[in-house]
């Protein structure tokens, strides 16, 4: 991180799942200075609901978080109106994920002993920072053996086994 100036954006993202977003709405973002965060997110992933606690929560309202829980659903609000947080985070410069990510480990932030990103969403949300969500067309994890799995399966029903 030392070689990235303060003020540039930065990205963080999980290596064990793909999925398709509007890379154009990000870049506008960024460009129009919308949003010191933007969380990427999915609508009714169905495996999240059978293990709600291995995902983080996000209340979305006309495209910004509203509310941000980790590694549970947000209380008082239906699952079916929770969207699930991906792992993947912009932040608007280096600067603020610097100042957030000292200020979680400051304060001894954690869940279940670890400190996730996902926290430093939660929190930024509750300080009235601009926590914008953007939505993915598509989603696939594999990080589990399930869902890795899951994925040769329908890559193979889709694509006849043909490799990627």
Request: negative net charge.
């Amino acid at each position: 991180m030392e070689v990235i100036p303060d003020g540039e954006p930065v990205l963080f993202a999980p290596c064990d799942t793909g999925c398709l977003f509007d890379v154009k709405e990000l870049a506008r973002i960024e460009a129009e200075s919308e949003a010191d965060l933007v969380v990427l997110t999915a609508k009714g992933h169905l495996p999240a609901l059978f293990r709600p606690q291995m995902y983080g929560w996000v209340r979305v309202q006309k495209g910004m978080a509203t509310s941000i829980a980790v590694k549970k659903q947000i209380e008082g609000v239906d699952p079916h109106d929770q969207e699930v947080v991906l792992g993947t985070f912009w932040f608007a410069s280096k600067a603020s994920f610097v100042r957030e990510y000292e200020a979680m480990v400051a304060d001894k932030d954690t869940v279940n002993g670890e400190y996730y990103i996902d926290t430093m969403a939660r929190r930024m949300v509750e300080q009235g920072a601009k926590v914008r969500a953007l939505t993915v067309q598509k989603y696939v994890p594999w990080g589990t053996p399930e869902e890795l799995d899951t994925f040769h399966y329908w890559n193979d029903v889709h694509r006849g086994g043909r490799p990627l």
